[in-house]
C-alpha cells in the first residue's frame, strides 16, 4: 500500500514528527510504500541542516535524511511554510537574496501542490500534527 | 466507508477526544496516541466516555506511548486494543482513511 | 472515483482550531486555494473552535498580524462550495449562522444564480459528511 505522510510540527517540541517518523519506518518495514513525506506549518523545520542535538539525543532531521537516503522517500518541504521560517535551499536563498542556505540532505523545497498530490495519488494520507 | 480516528491530545486538556467520538460512525475506530493515551486509562474521569463508545466503536491505544509515560497496558479500560507501530499502520491499512483529530 | 483518467477524490479539510492564537488556520486556507486547482471533490468543515475563524467583523490592527478572514468570501470563485458548519459548534459558543460571514458561490448550472456555500448541519448530520470522505486534512 501507497502511503503519503504530512508532519504539521516541528522537531523536538511536539512529538509529532517522532511519531510520524516511527509510523513511517514501520510502514517500510512491512512492505508498504511511503512514497511522500510533506513537512507543513513548522514541520519545515524538521528539515534544517544546522540542527545539533545532544549526543545522547536522536537527530531527528538526520532520521529523516537516512529515511530519505534507504528508501528513496521523497520529503518536501513547503515553500511558502518555509520561507516564513527561514528554511532555504541554495535557489530560493539566491531568489531571495539570502547569504545562505540550511535545507538538510534528502529534503527539497517544493509547492503545496505536492501535498495535494500525495492525497491523490497515496492509498492513505496519515497527519501527524498537534 | 470505516474510517481510522486518531486521537494525540489529552482529555484533561482539550476536547478533541469528545469530538471525534461524537463525530466517528458505529463501525469506525479510534486510536489514541501521544498524550491521547491518557484517555485509555481506567479510572479517570473520562473512562466512561470510552466505555461507553465501545459499543459502536473500537478503541486502540499506541503501546510505546503508553510505555513512555509509565502507564501500564494492564491499566487501559477494559476492551481497549494495546497496539505498536506496526499494529498502527495495519489499522491506517485497514480502514478506508485515516482522520488526525489535531 | 474516477472521471474520466482523472482520478477524483473526496477532500476534507478540518478546521477546528480558532485564528490568529496559532497559524493553523490561515496556513489551512492556503492549502485549500491551491488545492482547488487540482479538480478534487473539496469540503470544508468548520466545528469546534473552528467555527470562530468565520466570525464576521474581525479586526486584527491592534495585534499586528494579517485579517485574512476577508479571503473566504473568495471561496465560491475557487469553486469551493461544499462549507459545513457544526450547529452544536456554535450553539455551545452562544453563536448563531447570523454572526458568521456570508460564504456564497455562483451556480453555473443555474443562470449564475447566487447561491449559500454554508451548510448548517448537526454532529448526526456532520458524522456522515466525515464518513463519505476519501482524504481528510487537519491542521
Known sequence: MKFGILVNEGPYTHQASDSAYKFAKAAIDKGHEVFRVFFYHDGVNNG????????????????WSELAKQHNVDLVLCVAAAQRRGMLDEDEAKRNGKSANNVAEGFRISGLGQLIEAGIQADRLVVFGD | MTMLHTVNKSPFERNALDSCISLAKAGSSILLTEDGVVGAMQGTSHSKKIEEAMANISFYVLGPDLKARGLSESNVVNGVKVVDYSGFVDLAADHESVQSWL | ?????????????????????????????????????????????????????????????????????????????????????????????????????????????????????IHLVTRAELADVIDAQDVVFSF
Do not use: C
Open chain 1, 48 to 63: 534544517t541542516a544546522l540542527a545539533v542535538p545532544p549526543q545522547d539525543d536522536r537527530h531527528i532531521p538526520n532520521q
Open chain 3, 1 to 117: 472515483m474516477e472521471d474520466g483518467d482523472q482520478v477524483v477524490k473526496k477532500f476534507m479539510y478540518m478546521n477546528r482550531k480558532a485564528p490568529y492564537g496559532t497559524i493553523y488556520a490561515l496556513e489551512s486556507l492556503e492549502v485549500v486555494l491551491i488545492a482547488a486547482a487540482f479538480d478534487q471533490d473539496v469540503s470544508l468543515v468548520f466545528a469546534d473552535d473552528g467555527v470562530y475563524q468565520l466570525m464576521k467583523g474581525q479586526d486584527t490592527d491592534d495585534i499586528g498580524m494579517k485579517n485574512f478572514s476577508p479571503t473566504y468570501s473568495a471561496l465560491g470563485d475557487y469553486d469551493i462550495k461544499k462549507i459545513y458548519i457544526e450547529k452544536e459548534s456554535l450553539e455551545e459558543r452562544g453563536l448563531t449562522l447570523a454572526d458568521l460571514q456570508e460564504l456564497k458561490y455562483e451556480d453555473e448550472d443555474d443562470d449564475w444564480a447566487e447561491k449559500d456555500s
